[in-house]
């Protein structure tokens, strides 16, 4: 298999208006923050959909559990970000025989 090199691109007027804003505490730590929300919410629907893809089910045989129309379903798999309600979430973690679990991360809430 051949090597490949990953090449620096060059940075974007943004990508250096971007460098700035995170200079800036208060901006940094609420970028940080939000963007911890959307991995966690990405890697629980990529989660649900190994799960679905575990049991042999297809994003239609969800859908038909769930109540929703199929390319609902299909859309919030295939998304590349994809932003579900509680609710929805729920539903599907029930139909694929999952439920959800509140756990504390390390070192963060009270007491800490």
Excluded: C, W
């Amino acid at each position: 298999m051949p090597v490949t090199r990953k090449t620096k691109r060059k940075k974007t007027p943004f990508d250096h208006y971007f460098d700035g804003r995170m200079q800036a505490p208060r901006f940094a730590s609420a970028y940080k923050a939000e963007r911890a929300r959307i991995d966690s919410t990405d890697a629980l629907v990529r989660a649900l959909d190994e799960a679905r893809a575990f049991g042999a089910l297809t994003k239609a045989d969800v859908a038909r559990q769930v109540a929703a129309r199929p390319e609902i379903v299909r859309r919030l798999f295939s998304a590349k970000r994809a932003n579900p309600t509680l609710a929805t979430v729920l539903k599907l973690a029930s139909a694929l025989g999952f439920h959800l679990e509140l756990v504390r991360d390390r070192g963060r809430g009270r007491g800490t």
